[in-house]
C-alpha cells in the first residue's frame, strides 16, 4: 500500500486543474447549504434535480480514477486535493488552508449549517475531523509525517456554527511517533482540545523525510 | 441554548419534505464524487459551473432558516435532516440510517472518494466523526442521551473507502454520564475502536428522557 502517485506536472497544469475544477466544488459547497435550507415549490426542486443530474451527467462523461489519491510531483510537492478537509476538488471539505509556523501549524475557517450537530452548533465528530488533519498535517510540517494511532478529543464547550480557527503543534518525539496537541476555538477561547500520535508507517520509513511529500492525511 | 424548534407537522407534511428535497442531497452527493474525478474540458466545467449556480439561485429564491437544527414533533419523533452524518438533506452526510437493537445501535454505509484522506482510505478523521454520532446515538437509545465530553478513538489498520459497518453500545452509566464504546469494521475486521462519555447538559435534565425527543448529535 502507498498510492502516492508520483507524476510530471508543470506548474501551469496545477493552475490550470484548478481554475477549471475548483470552481465547480466551490459553487458545490454553496449548494449544500442551499440543499439545507431551501423551501422553494415541489415543482422548483424538481427543476433543480433535473439541472442537477444533467451536469452529473455532463461531468461522469469523463471520469478519471476511483479517487483522488495524493499526486505528488518531481519538485516534491504534493496534491491531496480530494481530501476530505482540504481537498480543493471536494465539496465536503470547507476546505481548510493550514499556514505553517516555525513551532505550529493554524487555520481559520467557516463552517456553515452543512456541519452541524445539535441545533446551531459544530457536529462533535466534525471537530475530531477537522483537529485529525491539523494534528496529522502539524506532524509532517515537524518533520514526523505519519498516520493517526489514537486521536483523543476533549469537548470543553459547544462550538457554534460560523467563524473558528484551529492550530496544532508538535508535543514530543520518540523514534517513529509523533506526539501532537491542538485545539478548536471561536472569539471567546478554546471549545475543543485533542492529543495524539502519529505513526510513520513501516513501509515509508525508507523515505526521506519531506514534509511536502509524505502526506497520509 | 436549547436550538431544539417544536412543531405541529403531520406524517405527510414530513414525507413531502422528504421526497421534495431529499432527491436534491441525493445528486449532490453523486455530484460531489463527480467535482473530485472529472476530466471534462474546460469549457464543459465552465458550462457545468454555470448551471449549477442557476440552480443554487433557483433553490436560494426561498431559504428558511440559516440552520435546519432539530425538528421535534408533537409525537416526541425529532428530524435532524441538516445533521452532517445522518442528515438526509445534507449532501455532506452519507447518509447514515442507524439501526436501534436492544443492547447496541448500528449503520452500515458506503463511503466514496469524498472522505478519502490517505490515498484510497476513509480520512481518520471521518472515521472519528462517524463513531461520534453512533456513540452519541447509542446513548440517546439507551435512555441516556448527552453531549460528548470526550472521544477517544485508536486506528487498529487503515479503513479502507467502500462499504464498511460501524456500531456501538454502552458501557457504563453514572449519573448523567453515559461511557459508550464503538468501532468501525471492514469484510476484514475491526479498523477503529473508540471510547466516549456523553453528558446530559444541565438545562437539559429537567426535560423527561425520551430517546426520540433529546438529540444532541
Given at each position: 500500500m502507498t498510492g502516492f502517485i508520483p507524476e510530471e506536472t508543470s506548474d501551469e497544469d496545477v493552475e490550470a486543474e484548478r481554475t477549471t475544477y475548483g470552481p465547480i466544488a466551490s459553487v458545490l459547497r454553496e449548494l449544500a447549504e442551499s440543499s439545507i435550507r431551501t423551501q422553494v415549490s415541489p415543482e422548483k426542486a424538481a427543476e433543480a434535480v433535473r439541472a442537477l443530474e444533467q451536469v452529473r451527467d455532463?461531468?461522469?462523461?469523463d471520469l478519471g480514477g476511483a479517487s483522488y489519491g495524493v499526486r505528488i510531483r518531481q519538485d516534491g510537492t504534493s496534491r491531496a486535493w480530494g481530501n476530505n478537509v482540504?481537498?480543493?476538488?471536494n465539496p465536503l471539505a470547507p476546505p481548510l488552508t493550514i499556514h505553517h509556523e516555525p513551532d505550529h501549524v493554524w487555520s481559520e475557517f467557516t463552517l456553515g449549517p452543512q456541519y452541524e450537530g445539535p441545533p446551531t452548533l459544530v457536529h462533535g465528530g466534525v471537530s475530531s475531523l477537522i483537529l485529525d488533519q491539523l494534528l496529522g498535517e502539524g506532524a509532517a510540517a515537524a518533520?514526523?509525517?505519519?498516520m493517526t494511532a489514537y486521536l483523543n478529543v476533549t469537548y470543553k464547550r459547544p462550538t457554534p456554527l460560523g467563524r473558528l480557527r484551529a492550530e496544532a503543534r508538535?508535543?514530543?518525539?520518540?523514534?517513529w511517533k509523533a506526539y501532537m496537541v491542538g485545539s478548536i476555538s471561536d472569539d471567546e477561547g478554546v471549545t475543543?482540545?485533542?492529543e495524539g500520535l502519529f505513526i510513520r508507517p513501516r513501509w515509508a520509513r525508507t523515505i526521506p523525510e519531506d514534509s511536502a511529500t509524505l502526506r497520509f492525511d
Open positions: 455532463l461531468l461522469n462523461s482540504i481537498g480543493v476538488r518533520g514526523h509525517s505519519g508538535l508535543d514530543r518525539v520518540d523514534g475543543v482540545e485533542a
